[in-house]
């Protein structure tokens, strides 16, 4: 039972496409992360929700998009894809409403042509 | 922001040997997390440690969180601990949900 899943691991896609990357735990956390890693391995954080209310934006483009159905999920839609979104993204869960430990899906390798 | 550096940056080790990873942060922290990101990329989690030390079979970690430093203890090391290994802080004027990484520190064991 994989406690967070992610799909796709890969996608391929052109520039000025939209695209969508699936994010789901079942560790029963209340709290869901987007982290992004460049090429360099940096790791960054975007976005957080909390029983699927927005608490960090950091200063991500507009394009991004992250979405919370319910406190299990947290998408990412990214519209009008450009070259400098080429990364590896991964969703991420910690329990509670303060940062407990955290626990990484396995990525989802973004490259855009 | 809070300022996360380990060093060092590179380390190659052979089979059995120990080795000391640092990491040191510019602010006082209230989270403190050891991670592993494997060579297929998958990052795991080694220790929550904001203070003190624990330990997990071959793998240990202090923090000492007043001189604003941890460091990872590896022992008897394997081929399978290659990888990057990173430490992430959340600063106490960070508002609690905010983990901000180290830029690594690439290990590779060999035979």
């Known amino acids: 039972d994989t406690a967070v899943s992610q799909t796709p691991k890969y996608l391929v896609t052109q520039m000025g496409n939209d695209k969508s990357i699936k994010c789901e735990q079942n560790?029963?956390?209340?709290?869901m992360y987007w982290y992004k890693q460049d090429s360099k391995k940096f790791l960054k954080i975007m976005f957080s929700y909390n029983n699927k209310e927005l608490i960090i934006n950091e200063t991500v483009p507009n394009r991004f998009s992250p979405k919370s159905p319910d406190k299990a999920h947290l998408n990412l839609h990214i519209n009008s894809l450009e070259l400098g979104d080429s990364a590896v993204y991964f969703c991420?869960?910690?329990?509670?409403?303060?940062?407990?430990?955290?626990?990484f899906g396995s990525g989802t390798q973004l490259s855009v042509l | 922001g809070i300022q996360v550096e380990q060093s060092p940056p590179d380390l190659i080790l052979q089979e059995g040997a120990n080795s000391t990873l640092r990491c040191n942060f510019s602010d006082s922290v209230n989270n403190l997390q050891w991670f592993h990101q494997n060579p297929w990329g998958q990052l795991i989690n080694l220790f929550y440690i904001p203070s003190g030390t624990k330990q997990n079979g071959r793998l240990s970690a202090t923090t000492v969180a007043t001189e604003r430093y941890s460091l990872l203890y590896i022992s008897s090391s394997q081929t399978t601990d290659s990888g990057v290994y990173f430490c992430a802080v959340d600063s106490l004027t960070g508002g609690g949900n905010k983990l901000t990484f180290g830029t690594g520190t690439q290990l590779k064991v060999e035979l």
């Open positions: 560790l029963g956390h209340d709290t």
């Open positions: 991420a869960s910690s329990r509670g409403g303060r940062l407990e430990k955290l626990f």
